[in-house]
T-cell receptor
Framework: KQEVTQIPAALSVPEGENLVLNCSFT??????LQWFRQDPGKGLTSLLL?????REQTSGRLNASLDKSSGRSTLYIAASQPGDSATYLCAVEDYGQNFVFGPGTRLSVLP | DTAVSQTPKYLVTQMGNDKSIKCEQN?????MYWYKQDSKKFLKIMFSYNNKELIINETVPNRFSPKSPDKAHLNLHINSLELGDSAVYFC?????????????FGSGTRLTVV
């Protein structure tokens, strides 16, 4: 049974810092891994999707890496801004198109 | 706000009733999905529509019927509600039905059957 964990649970940083969010999963038989952003009271928006055959994806100030064999992914945020404050969730999708989500990392970027 | 929006957020109803959950996306995506949150963090796919056509229909009771009047809307109708239907239901969309596109999820509808 797939389990997804995220570290840290919460993170508070001053504006401008680079930061890393971590995601671990127990079963490497994944189809892909996605990083999502959730703002309070809102749904989940996909930030980056990494196919199981890929090692990393980049979008703007975001870079996500995937090491499927070790069951790990990291989300790197460069030059953080107050607008980046949100909860970040990683989720693995299996071959049956089902998702298992991590508990999320709550990020606060202080001006 | 561009998003996937579901209504209602909370739904409490008695066994045997019929209820609907509505989902709308204004992202211009072609594909929409319904998921059921089976356990704390596991979302099991129920249905998927691409441009109003059903493309995924997992093994769910036929009391559940999706309806897509246009590609921006995918509603879920549930007949004769049972206690076991209590769960959080999530709507999602993706640009295309190919799994290399990211998904956008709604915030969920918590259904409680009493």
């Amino acid at each position: 049974k797939q389990e997804v964990t995220q570290i840290p649970a919460a993170l508070s940083v001053p504006e401008g810092e680079n930061l890393v969010l971590n995601c671990s999963f127990t079963d490497s038989a994944i189809y892909n891994l996605q990083w999502f952003r959730q703002d309070p009271g809102k749904g989940l928006t996909s930030l980056l999707l990494i196919q199981s055959s890929q090692r990393e994806q980049t979008s703007g100030r975001l870079n996500a890496s995937l090491d499927k064999s070790s069951g790990r992914s990291t989300l790197y945020i460069a030059a953080s801004q107050p607008g980046d404050s949100a909860t970040y969730l990683c989720a693995v999708e299996d071959y049956g198109q089902n998702f298992v989500f991590g508990p999320g990392t709550r990020l606060s970027v202080l001006p | 706000d561009t998003a996937v929006s579901q209504t209602p957020k909370y739904l409490v109803t008695q066994m045997g009733n019929d209820k609907s959950i509505k989902c709308e996306q204004n992202l211009g995506h072609d594909t929409m999905y319904w998921y059921k949150q089976d356990s704390k963090k596991f979302l099991k796919i129920m249905f998927s529509y691409n441009n109003k056509e059903l493309i995924i229909n997992e093994t769910v009771p036929n009391r559940f019927s999706p309806k897509s009047p246009d590609k921006a809307h995918l509603n879920l109708h549930i007949n004769s509600l049972e206690l076991g239907d209590s769960a959080v239901y999530f709507c999602a969309s993706s640009l295309r039905p190919y799994r290399e596109d990211g998904y956008t999820f709604g915030s969920g509808t918590r259904l409680t059957v009493v």
